[in-house]
């Protein structure tokens, strides 16, 4: 068990829907990493919250949005959903910043796009 | 284009024998490397680092192999055992780039076989 525990675990909604992915870091991680993985691909950095603020994005579409709230967790909007976005979206946090700081991850929320 | 590249994307190995992970990148700013394994139905879990200043480090059966001339890394697992049996994820990131995140590559599947 890593620490970081991302609800739901699954997800399975319609094209054109909204759904929020909720990612709850380790205790005292102020990072909060968002990823996609598509069906055999690599893990794709989508953006990144450092204790509250957005500090680097990714290949995130505009469909998509994050936050991270004062309490440190953070959620990953998805909207206008498409059926290519049905993949794993994973949540990882870190105590500081990369590059030095190892990154852990929560189990994923697998999104279906029907 | 796929910064980070691991071409093979199976791998067999018997039990008790060495298995060799092999991982390359084009981008030369990346200076720190990690390697992740990836188990069904949960997140990666940080295996071992290696920074450009060293070529190689050693944690327990893992040893990872850093050639910056090559911009190629490699991950040896000695003896090889049947729950090493995951997907392993090669990442890489530069310090030097501010915001800069860790691209992953597409991941290797290892088997071992009893």
């Known amino acids: 068990d890593s620490g970081v525990t991302q609800t739901p675990k699954h997800l399975i909604t319609a094209t054109g829907q909204r759904v929020t992915l909720r990612c709850s870091p380790r205790?005292?991680?102020?990072?909060v990493y968002w990823y996609q993985q598509s069906l055999d691909q690599g893990l794709q950095f989508l953006i990144q919250?450092?204790?509250?603020?957005?500090?680097a994005k990714g290949n995130i579409l505009e469909r998509f949005s994050a936050q991270q709230f004062p309490d440190l967790h953070s959620e990953l909007n998805l909207s206008s959903l498409e059926l290519g976005d049905s993949a794993l979206y994973f949540c990882?946090?870190?105590?500081?910043?990369?590059?030095?700081?190892?990154?852990?991850f929560g189990p994923g929320t697998r999104l279906t796009v029907l | 284009d796929q910064q980070v590249k691991q071409n093979s994307p199976s791998l067999s190995v018997q039990e008790g024998r060495i298995s060799i992970l092999n991982c390359d990148y084009t981008?030369?700013?990346?200076?720190?490397f990690l390697w992740y394994k990836k188990y069904p139905a949960e997140g990666p879990t940080f295996l071992i680092s290696?920074?450009?200043?060293?070529d190689k480090n050693e944690d327990g059966r893992f040893t990872v192999f850093l050639n910056k001339s090559a911009k190629h890394l490699s991950l040896h697992i000695v003896p090889s055992q049947p729950g090493d049996s995951a997907v392993y994820f090669c990442?890489?990131?530069?310090?030097?780039?501010?915001?800069?995140?860790?691209?992953f590559g597409p991941g290797t599947r290892l088997s071992v076989l009893p």
């Open positions: 919250y450092y204790n509250g603020e957005e500090r």
């Open positions: 205790s005292g991680d102020l990072s």
């Open positions: 290696i920074s450009s200043i060293k």
């Open positions: 990882a946090s870190s105590v500081d910043p990369p590059p030095s700081t190892e990154q852990f």
């Open positions: 990442a890489a990131t530069s310090s030097e780039i501010y915001g800069q995140n860790f691209v």
């Open positions: 981008n030369s700013m990346f200076d720190y």
